[in-house]
C-alpha cells in the first residue's frame, strides 16, 4: 500500500483537502467520493501530497535556492531568468526513495482496478491555493497526458513540480500577493480518458457570457480539450435551460444548439511529439460533437455539481471513444459572473454607424475604440501599447500580460469558454473571438471600434465611432402597477437584459427569428422541388448537417423562440405567430415560387389568414411544431401565443381549430392564446374575440392605419399618422374598458410607448394592465409610467 503521507487515494479524499492536494484534486476527490452515486462519472486515481512536495524540495536543498531566486526579482532580474533558473534545478533533482516508491505503488494498484500494468494516465497539477474566490490558478500550472509506465510517470511529477515556476505561474502570484514559498504543488493521476479518440470540452452551470443562472452552457470539439481551453478551434456550442433538468431525467431542454468549425483536433503522437493535430472531415466539421441525450447528461451532471458546491461551477469533461463513456475530470467554481451581484447595470449603444470589417462571437457586452496591433506571439509584447486592440490568432496565459493593457481583443478562433472569453471577462476587457479571419483582414495600426453591445455576434467597425455608455442600478427601479414587458425580436440579444426588473415579454416577433436565424421560406424547404437550381443549391448549403429542411426550420425556431422564453423565465413571454406580409415572404431564400404579387401587402395575405390557408398551412404546422418544441419537450410553459391580423370571428375559430389540430389547445399544459387587437373589427367586437382568446395586446401602428385610412409606409401622408389621434385613443380605450368587462387582460406592444414614453400617461389613465418596450426605454418609461400612477392616485 502506498504511504498516506505522500500519496492519498482521490476518493479518500474531499473539498476539505486542498492545503493537502491543492484545489484541482480535492474537487476530483470530491466528485468521485460524493456524486458518483448520483452517475457522475469521474475517472479514479491518485494524489500527491503537499508533504511529498516539501520532502523533494528539503531533499534535493531547494527551499533556500527557490528563496534566493525570488528574491533577484526585487533586485529587477527579469521572471524568465528566475523561472528557467528554478524550473532547471528541479527537474536535475531526484524524487526521494520514499516518495518514488509510494508513486509506483500507487500506479500499480491502480493498474490492477483494470487490468493493465502500464496504465495510460493523466497527470495535473494542482495547487494548494487553488481556485480561491478572489482568484483562479487555472491554467498556471501544466498538466500531461497519456502517459505510460513508472518512469514516464515519475518524470511527468517533476514536470508538474517545475511548472509551479512557469514564468505565467510566477507574474500570477507576483500580481496577486502570494509568497511563492507558502504554496505547495500536488500532482493528480488518474485513469486517461482517451478523448482524442471522440470529443471533449468546457460546460458553465451559468452562462459565463451574462451570468444568466438558468442555462448549462457546453463547449465541444473533437479531440483533447486543450483545443477548446486554449481557443485553438472554435467548438460547438450547446444550452441547456435547467429547470427541467432537476425534474425529469428524461427531459432534453436543449435551448439552443450552434455548430463551430472545427477545422482540426489534438491527439497523441508517438515518440518526443506528444501531440499533434490532424484535420477534421467536412462531415465532422458540419457535425454536432455530441447527440442530444449525451448534451441532457452533461447538463443534468453540471446542475448534481452545482447543486453540491452551493456555487455555478466551471466544468472540464471528456468522452472515451474506446467505450463512448461520458466523464467530468475537472470542476472547479466559476470566478466572474456568480461573484458580481446585482449591482450596476451598463448598456453600451453605438451612435453612429461605420464599415463592417469582420465579425465574430461577442464576450462582454462593452464597446472600445482603439489602434489594432496584430501579435502572433506572446513573446512580442515589446510591441504592443497599452490600450490597443489586441488581434491575435488565439491566446493561452502566456498572453495574459498583454490582454490586462488591451483596449479590447480580438482573435482568429475560440468560443465563448477559450482562455480569450474568461480571461476577458475576468478583466472587464471586450473581445471578439471566433472571428476566423481577423489577423488576416484587420490592417496593423489601424483605428477601430470594437462593438460587442449588438447581441452574440459582435463586430469590429472601421474608425472611433462614438458611442454612449449608461449606468443605472436595477434594485433602484420604482415598482408600479402597471406591468412593464419588452419587446424582443432578437434572440441573440435576449439575455443581455435578463436582469432588467421588466414583467416578462410582451411581444416576441417570429418573424425576427425567421429572416435571421432560418433565412428560408418555410414551403421552399417543405418543397425544395417547386425551387431554381440555384434556390436549391442555396437551401442545401443552409440546412447541410440536418435531416430535412423542416427539421432545420423547427430547430431553428425551436431554439430562437426558447432563448428569448428562458431569459425570462418564469415570467410571461408573448409570442406572435409569423406576421410577414407576402413581399417581405418572396424576399427569403425561395420565398419567389410560394408568394403572390399583391398590390397593397400590408392589407394583404398576412397574418392569421395564412395559418388555414393551402398556400401556407403546412409551413404553419412548423411553427406549431416548434412551438410545442419549446413548451412541451423544453419544459418552457411560460410561453404564451398570440395571434395577429385576426379579421373575423370566423378567423378565430378557424385559427384556433388549425392549432388544436396541431397540439396546442388552449388551458392544455396551461397554453394561453392572445389575440393582437389592430384591427377596428377587434375593437366593436372585442367581446366576442374576448370569449375565443385569453387576453389582447394593442398593434397602435396597424390600429392607426385602419382606422384612419393612412398607409403607414408612406412619406407622403406621415403627417397624418397619429397614434394619438382621438379617433384611435379613443378605440384604445373601448377595447381596454371592454377586455376587462369580460375579465381578459389588455396590453400595448406597439412601439410608440418607446418612441414617446409620455404616450404611457395616457394609457395608464385608461387602465391598460401592460406596456411592452424596447429594452433601451425600459428606465424612461418605467418612470413616467410611476409618475401617472401617482398622479391618477
Known amino acids: 500500500m502506498p504511504s498516506i503521507r505522500y500519496v492519498r487515494d482521490l476518493d479518500d479524499v474531499g473539498i476539505g483537502d486542498v492545503k493537502s492536494v491543492g484545489g484541482k484534486n480535492a474537487s476530483s476527490g470530491e466528485l468521485l467520493r460524493e456524486l458518483a452515486a448520483a452517475g457522475v462519472s469521474v475517472p479514479g486515481g491518485f494524489a500527491t501530497t503537499a508533504d511529498a512536495y516539501w520532502e523533494f524540495l528539503d531533499a534535493n536543498e531547494l527551499r533556500g535556492f527557490i528563496a534566493d531566486q525570488v528574491a533577484r526579482l526585487g533586485q529587477g532580474e527579469p521572471v524568465s531568468s528566475v523561472g528557467d533558473a528554478v524550473r532547471s534545478a528541479m527537474l536535475a533533482a531526484q524524487l526521494p526513495d520514499d516518495l518514488r516508491e509510494a508513486i509506483h505503488a500507487a500506479y500499480r494498484q491502480l493498474g490492477q482496478q483494470v487490468g493493465r500494468r502500464d496504465l495510460d494516465v493523466a497527470v495535473r497539477s494542482s495547487a494548494t491555493a487553488e481556485d480561491l474566490p478572489n482568484a483562479s490558478f487555472a491554467g498556471q500550472q501544466d498538466s500531461f497526458l497519456n502517459i505510460s509506465g513508472e518512469a514516464a510517470l515519475l518524470a511527468a511529477c517533476k514536470r508538474c513540480y517545475a511548472s509551479l515556476f512557469t514564468d505565467r505561474a510566477i507574474n500570477y502570484r507576483e500580481d496577486q500577493g502570494f509568497d511563492h514559498l507558502d504554496i505547495a504543488l500536488s500532482v493528480g493521476v488518474q485513469r486517461m480518458v482517451r478523448s482524442d479518440l471522440a470529443g471533449s470540452g468546457v460546460l458553465f452551470t451559468i452562462d459565463p457570457e451574462n451570468g444568466f443562472p438558468h442555462h448549462v452552457v457546453i463547449s465541444a470539439a473533437y479531440g483533447l480539450g486543450e483545443s477548446v481551453v486554449q481557443g485553438l478551434v472554435d467548438p460547438d456550442e450547446y444550452t441547456v435551460f435547467k429547470h427541467l433538468l432537476r425534474e425529469n431525467t428524461q427531459a432534453r431542454p436543449i435551448t439552443s444548439k450552434a455548430r463551430g468549425r472545427k477545422e482540426f483536433r489534438i491527439v497523441y503522437g508517438s515518440g518526443e511529439e506528444r501531440l499533434q493535430t490532424e484535420v477534421t472531415s467536412s462531415s465532422e466539421r458540419t457535425s454536432y460533437v455530441l447527440h442530444d441525450e449525451e448534451i441532457c447528461t452533461l447538463a443534468r451532471w453540471g446542475v448534481l455539481i452545482e447543486d453540491h458546491y452551493g456555487t455555478a461551477m466551471d466544468v472540464e469533461w471528456a468522452k472515451d471513444g474506446r467505450t463512448g463513456e461520458l466523464f467530468v475530470v475537472q470542476a472547479r467554481p466559476e470566478t466572474v459572473q456568480a461573484h458580481q451581484g446585482p449591482g450596476s447595470l451598463h448598456t453600451f449603444h453605438l ?443
Open 351 to 793: 451612435t453612429e454607424s461605420g464599415q463592417r470589417l469582420v465579425s465574430g462571437i461577442a464576450v462582454g457586452g462593452a464597446i472600445a475604440v482603439g489602434r489594432t496591433c496584430v501579435l502572433r506571439d506572446p513573446t512580442e509584447i515589446d510591441r504592443f501599447e497599452s490600450g490597443a486592440v489586441l488581434v491575435t490568432t488565439n491566446t493561452d496565459p502566456d498572453w495574459e500580460p498583454i490582454m490586462k493593457r488591451a483596449a479590447a481583443i480580438v482573435t482568429d478562433h475560440g468560443g465563448r469558454t477559450s482562455h480569450a472569453a474568461i480571461v476577458s471577462r475576468e478583466l472587464g476587457v471586450p473581445a471578439l473571438v471566433g472571428v476566423g479571419n481577423a489577423t488576416r483582414r484587420l490592417a496593423p495600426e489601424a483605428e477601430v471600434t470594437v462593438c460587442c453591445a449588438e447581441g452574440e455576434t459582435g463586430h469590429v467597425y472601421a474608425g472611433r465611432l462614438a458611442y454612449e455608455k449608461r449606468e443605472f442600478d436595477p434594485r433602484t427601479v420604482p415598482e408600479t402597477r402597471t406591468k412593464i414587458s419588452l419587446n424582443i425580436g432578437n434572440p441573440d440579444a435576449a439575455l443581455r437584459w435578463w436582469r432588467l426588473p421588466a414583467d416578462g415579454v410582451g411581444l416576441a416577433r417570429m418573424e425576427f427569428i425567421v429572416a435571421n436565424h432560418i433565412r428560408a421560406h418555410p414551403m421552399a424547404l417543405l418543397h425544395p422541388e417547386r425551387l431554381t437550381a440555384g434556390d436549391r443549391t442555396r437551401i442545401a448549403r443552409l440546412i447541410e448537417g440536418s435531416p430535412s429542411g423542416a427539421d432545420y426550420f423547427v430547430e431553428r425556431l425551436a431554439h430562437g423562440v426558447a432563448r428569448i422564453a428562458a431569459s425570462r423565465w418564469p415570467q410571461p413571454v408573448i409570442l406572435r405567430m409569423s406576421d410577414f406580409k407576402t413581399n417581405e415572404y418572396a424576399r427569403l431564400i425561395g420565398g419567389g415560387p410560394f408568394e403572390p404579387a399583391e398590390e397593397n401587402p400590408m392589407l394583404g395575405w398576412r397574418g392569421a389568414s395564412r395559418y388555414y390557408t393551402e398556400g401556407y398551412r403546412e409551413g404553419f404546422s412548423l411553427e406549431c411544431r416548434a412551438v410545442r418544441r419549446v413548451r412541451d419537450d423544453i419544459g418552457l410553459t411560460n410561453l404564451v401565443l398570440m395571434v395577429p391580423f385576426c379579421r373575423t370571428l370566423r378567423e378565430a375559430d378557424r385559427v384556433i381549430d388549425v392549432m388544436a389540430e396541431e397540439g396546442l389547445r388552449r388551458g392544455e399544459n396551461g397554453l394561453r392564446v392572445f389575440v393582437m387587437g389592430e384591427i377596428p373589427a377587434n375593437v366593436v367586437l372585442a367581446a366576442e374575440f374576448a370569449e375565443r382568446f385569453d387576453g389582447f395586446s394593442i398593434g397602435s401602428n396597424d390600429l392607426t392605419q385602419l382606422l384612419l385610412g393612412v398607409d403607414r409606409d408612406s412619406a407622403e401622408l406621415a403627417e397624418l399618422f397619429d397614434e394619438r389621434d382621438p379617433a384611435v385613443i379613443a378605440s384604445i380605450e373601448q377595447l381596454v374598458a371592454a377586455a376587462h368587462a369580460n375579465e381578459r387582460p389588455v396590453g400595448m406592444c406597439g412601439q410608440r410607448p418607446s418612441d414617446d414614453p409620455d404616450f404611457a400617461r395616457i394609457l395608464v389613465s385608461m387602465g391598460i394592465d401592460s406596456i411592452s418596450v424596447t429594452p433601451d426605454s425600459f428606465l424612461a418609461v418605467k418612470e413616467h409610467v410611476l409618475a401617472a400612477e401617482l398622479e391618477s392616485g
